[in-house]
């Protein structure tokens, strides 16, 4: 009896460390709303958001992405998703949700795969989405899932964190 006790103790902690190690929860699930005052024309129709912003509490950190995707509620605009890190300047102040990153930071860079991003004050990324309707119609981004690692403080924690981003656009 007490063997099976034992083994099912080691069982229900190899689950919850296989649990941990692929559910990082870096960013929190962050989330907040924004929508476009009304429509826009296709042509400018075009909208960067913020998706990450600065961590206010515990310790600065960088992280490798290695994918971000975009989920829809809906996309009748047939809107593609673009994403990109903001880097600051060392003397540059916190931003808040901007619609064009390149008046507030240093650097703007594409997202590819294995970027770095630090995540932390003072020195922080911050990651935006470029939602782009091809089409007359509403483009709502409901959540992107940010699948990202760890460093060696954190075992190389893997794994995908969904992020509620409620963005919604309308091209005309």
């Known amino acids: 009896m007490a063997v099976a006790v034992a083994v099912l103790a080691v069982l229900v902690g190899a689950v919850s460390f296989l649990r941990w190690w692929t559910h990082p929860t870096v960013f929190g699930g962050l989330g907040d709303s924004f929508a476009t005052s009304g429509p826009r024309p296709?042509?400018?129709?075009?909208?960067?958001?913020?998706?990450?912003?600065?961590?206010?509490?515990?310790?600065?950190?960088?992280?490798?992405?290695?994918?971000?995707?975009?989920?829809?509620?809906?996309?009748?605009?047939e809107a593609t998703v673009s994403f990109s890190i903001c880097h600051l300047g060392a003397d540059e102040d916190p931003i808040g949700s901007v619609d064009r990153p390149e008046k507030y930071c240093a650097d703007v860079v594409p997202l590819e795969p294995g970027a770095r991003f630090r995540h932390g004050v003072p020195d922080s990324d911050y990651l935006f989405a470029t939602i782009a309707p091809t089409r007359a119609?509403?483009?709502?981004?409901?959540?992107?899932?940010?699948?990202?690692?760890?460093?060696?403080?954190?075992?190389?924690?893997r794994g995908t964190e969904t992020i509620r981003v409620d963005r919604k656009v309308t091209a005309e």
Request: proline share 4%; charged share 20%.
């Open 42 to 77: 296709v042509a400018d129709a075009a909208l960067s958001t913020t998706v990450v912003f600065p961590r206010v509490d515990g310790e600065p950190e960088t992280v490798t992405i290695d994918r971000a995707e975009a989920v829809f509620a809906a996309n009748t605009a």
């Open 137 to 157: 119609g509403v483009a709502h981004l409901a959540e992107i899932e940010l699948t990202y690692q760890r460093g060696a403080g954190h075992l190389y924690q």
